[in-house]
């Protein structure tokens, strides 16, 4: 016999299948738009450096002048780790203690203040294997705009889990103006940026997100992306050495441009982050890549 059970508070409410054939993603309340900031959701591989290029392009941009909020979209919630200096609350677990009565909340109960006034929040993420992540981002965004937080912000940068692309952790895309993927200079990253493009494209019939572009991380060759990048349409923004100053500045809790004593491959890193910040606030064009079917693109970067 099967037995029906009430969805718990974790579960989407509402589905769509107007972002492609067979999708069952969350669908946005089309009243928790964030509004005039410029939304960038980052998402690549798990492990390669996303809520560090995250944080310090948080920086860069308030270094630019600009007014800088950063969600960490990761159960693991360390997306603002060197930004605020500890692992903040989450949202989920926040609105969990006043038993989902969000007008009990105040403010500094779940926004954290980090390295150069950039504003931290971490959603955090549902139970395992019980939840959607489409809740828990809807549920920020919700809170955020009850509060009136996104009404002064310049930009927001959603740090995703972006690994496996479900519908509940694509629900940034339905946000963000730009999706900015993360990739170093491999088979296995490029896989992943590979089903990502094909999760923006689809969010994209429906939302205002387009491509942005690939920042290649931890990569002092780019070969492979560049020929991934060439086939199906794509661009690099930024590149980041494998350098053993960004990898020690997450042991030290700190964003590359807090890391003393300074030395000219730093100086260039904190440099590039500048110039990308820069280059997405003046506004990058869309792109259209085609990603590729599986086969084709083990043909292509697979291995001999």
């Given at each position: 016999m099967t037995v029906f059970t009430k969805p718990s508070r974790f579960a989407a409410a509402r589905y769509t299948k107007g972002d492609g054939e067979g999708s069952m993603q969350v669908q946005v309340d089309p009243s928790l738009s964030i509004g005039t900031a410029k939304v960038f959701a980052v998402y690549g591989k798990g492990g390669i450096g996303?809520?560090?290029t995250s944080s310090n392009l948080s920086v860069a941009f308030a270094k630019l002048g600009k007014r800088v909020l950063q969600i960490g979209c990761d159960p693991k919630h360390d997306s603002?780790?060197?930004?605020?200096?500890?692992?903040?609350?989450t949202v989920i677990d926040i609105l969990e203690s006043v038993n989902f009565h969000s007008e009990e909340l105040r403010v500094d109960?779940?926004?954290?203040e980090g390295y150069g006034g950039v504003l931290c929040v971490e959603a955090g993420g549902p139970p395992a294997?019980?939840?959607c992540g489409g809740y828990v981002v809807g549920q920020t965004v919700k809170l955020l705009k009850e509060h009136h937080l996104l009404d002064d912000t310049d930009v927001v940068i959603f740090d995703v889990l972006g690994d496996v692309v479900c519908g509940g952790f694509a629900a940034p895309?339905?946000?963000?103006e730009r999706a900015?993927?993360?990739a170093t200079n491999d088979f296995d990253s490029i896989f992943a940026m590979n089903r990502i493009v094909a999760a923006i494209l689809a969010k994209s019939r429906n939302y205002?997100?387009?491509v942005g572009g690939v920042i290649a991380n931890r990569s002092r060759e780019t070969d492979e992306i560049e020929r991934f990048n060439d086939r199906i349409g794509m661009r690099t923004l930024a590149r980041f050495p494998d350098l053993d100053v960004i990898r020690k500045s997450r042991l030290k809790k700190m964003t590359l441009f807090e890391m003393e004593p300074s030395s000219p491959e730093l100086e260039a890193v904190r440099e590039e982050y500048?110039?990308?910040?820069?280059n997405l606030w003046a506004g990058v064009d869309d792109l259209s890549p085609e990603p590729l079917k599986d086969r084709e693109l083990f043909d292509l970067l697979g291995f001999d």
């Open positions: 996303k809520s560090t603002t780790f060197t930004l605020t200096k500890r692992l903040v609350p109960d779940f926004v954290y294997g019980v939840g895309l339905q946000h963000a900015l993927i993360v205002r997100v387009r500048l110039r990308l910040a820069a």
